[in-house]
Structures are given as structure tokens and as C-alpha cells.
């Protein structure tokens, strides 16, 4: 049986649209449940871009079956999701998790799906990410996933024992954040990561994400990843809730023909690939990207 997939929404019927378009356009649509969440308007000026998210969501068809959840008042971002998410994985043994600025190819859900089934049982395989960067991928890596310690929340998946293992009120933060050697081991994720963090806990960011991060990281997990991928970001700009930036995220989205992978056997981190996203993350080029960003560009 195929995993259900979830779709989050707020107020961008124009993103959503597209997202909605190319889930569609996914080979194992029609053999997928579809649960749609959907948060209620923060304030009044949301109102009218929540009502047409609805009127878009209310004509769905193209999956095997469809349920829809609508908030009646707002509950919050990274809430919404924890909620919607831990509702489903109640119920099932695992879940796939789109939120509405993601294009994924039509290979998407055959990728997630066989992931799934490939790493149930590793259970230091935290999350399957559908989204990569545009690496490079070495003449003599054969396999088309590969590991590395960080989460990604673009078009996604995880299983239920998982998903409940997260403590998401981080009752050992405070001795987290005395602890400069367990700050630098989580920072093997990326650079970046104790400042999210830090920010999250501090009142300054709505995020389950890097919670859920985390916690992955207390218990030296993993999170498999596409060499191509099967995720296309495009919620940058105005409108997006985080990612109002210049878009360093840019990559090659899979033409999606092929449906069997030949996935990684042993779940162990890939060096080449965590020292590319190292980099990716490393303190000159994000300064370098927020200088694009303050130039304009997007």
C-alpha cells in the first residue's frame, strides 16, 4: 500500500495551484490518498487568499481518495503542521508530506514510496528528503540516494515510530545551549543550524522543522536524500513565510521517467555529499547569499 500524502496550505492559491498540477501529474496519484490541511486567516488581510486556497482545494480530483481538514481558527505554522502530521501517523505507519510552494516531478511518490519501504527498518534513517542541491554526482557513485546528519522539509517523508520519538517542547535544550561540543557536533548538519535553532527557541522563529532537526541529531540519525531531485522549491518571494531571500535553492528537477532506484543499501553518512552541503551551508556562502539577497535579487 502506498504511503498517504499530505498537502499543507495557508493562503497562496497561485503557488498551490502549480503544487497541486504537478502532484497530479505524479505517476502513483491515482493509487495515493490525498489529506489536505489547511490553516484559518492569522488576521483579516489572510481571509480572502485563504478563501480561494479552499475554492481550489474543493475541485481536487486525480487521487484515490480524498479527505480535507480546514481550520476554523488559526493555529500557527509550524503547529498546523505538527498537528496535521501527528494525526495521520496515528494512523498510519508512514506519510508523505508536501507543503503548497513545492513542484515535484512525476516520479516523486514512486521515489518517497520505495524509500519508505527500503529504510523502515533502519531506524537511524530519521526522514527521506525529496529535494537536493544540484551536485555534482562522482563517475563512481552508482547509487541515486545518499546520507547525510539534516533534515529537509521540501516534499518529504518519515514513519510513525519516528515522527513519535520527537520531544517538540526540547525539555534538554538549556543544556544543549551550554554545551559548546554539542553545538558543534549538531552544526555537522550545517552551519546554520544552532542559530535556527536558537532562534526557534527564542521566540524569534515558528518552525517544527528544526526541531524535528534536533532531535534527529540526539539520536544520531540520518536523512537519506535524492542525487536528483525530485523536489523544485518555489515559495520564494513576498508572500513566502521564511523565504523571502535570494533563492540559492535552485535545482535540476528530475524529468520523472524513471520509477525503480537504485537506493543506497547501508544507511551511513556519504562523505562526498556531506561535504558539498557543508559548503553549501558554510559561513561565506551564506554570507555571500545575503548579499544577493540585499542587492535584490531573488
Known amino acids: 500500500m502506498n504511503a498517504p500524502v499530505l498537502l499543507f496550505a495557508y493562503k497562496r492559491p497561485v503557488e498551490l495551484k502549480a503544487t497541486l498540477e504537478a502532484l497530479q501529474a505524479n505517476h502513483l496519484a491515482p493509487e495515493s490518498d490525498l489529506y489536505i490541511f489547511v490553516d484559518a486567516p492569522k488576521k483579516p488581510a489572510d481571509a480572502a487568499g485563504v478563501a480561494q486556497v479552499h475554492q481550489l482545494l474543493d475541485g481536487v480530483t486525480g487521487f484515490k481518495n480524498i479527505y480535507?481538514?480546514?481550520?476554523?481558527?488559526n493555529i500557527g505554522c509550524a503547529d498546523s503542521i505538527i498537528r496535521g502530521i501527528s494525526y495521520i501517523l496515528d494512523r498510519f505507519p508512514s506519510a508523505i508530506i508536501v507543503e503548497d510552494d513545492l513542484i515535484t516531478s512525476p516520479n516523486f511518490l514512486d521515489y518517497m514510496n520505495q524509500c519508505l519501504r527500503q529504510y523502515e527498518k533502519d531506524k537511524n534513517v530519521y526522514s527521506i528528503s525529496g529535494y537536493t542541491f544540484p551536485f555534482k554526482q562522482p563517475a563512481d557513485y552508482a547509487f541515486e540516494t545518499y546520507f547525510i546528519p539534516r533534515h529537509s522539509p521540501w516534499g518529504w517523508a518519515t514513519w510513525a515510530d519516528r515522527w513519535k520519538s520527537i520531544d517538540w517542547e526540547m525539555s534538554d535544550y538549556p543544556t544543549f545551549e551550554r554545551d559548546q561540543k554539542q553545538q558543534k557536533a549538531f552544526m555537522q548538519g550545517g552551519s546554520d543550524l544552532v542559530k535556527m535553532l536558537r532562534d526557534q527557541m527564542e521566540g524569534r522563529a515558528d518552525a517544527w522543522d528544526i526541531r524535528f532537526c534536533y532531535n534527529r541529531f540526539r539520536a544520531n540519525g540520518i536523512s537519506v536524500y535524492p542525487a536528483v531531485s525530485k523536489v523544485q522549491n518555489i515559495g520564494f518571494g513576498p508572500e513566502a513565510t521564511h523565504t523571502n531571500i535570494y533563492n540559492r535553492y535552485k535545482t535540476h528537477l528530475d524529468a520523472g521517467n524513471k520509477?525503480?532506484?537504485?537506493?543506497?543499501?547501508?544507511?551511513?553518512?556519504?562523505?562526498?555529499?556531506?561535504?558539498?552541503?557543508?559548503?553549501?551551508?558554510?559561513?561565506?556562502?551564506?554570507?555571500?547569499?545575503?548579499?544577493?539577497?540585499?542587492?535584490?535579487?531573488?
Open 68 to 73: 480535507r481538514d480546514y481550520a476554523k481558527t
Open 259 to 298: 520509477r525503480v532506484f537504485n537506493l543506497a543499501e547501508t544507511p551511513e553518512i556519504t562523505r562526498y555529499y556531506h561535504q558539498q552541503t557543508l559548503r553549501k551551508y558554510s559561513v561565506p556562502t551564506r554570507i555571500f547569499n545575503k548579499l544577493k539577497t540585499y542587492a535584490g535579487l531573488r
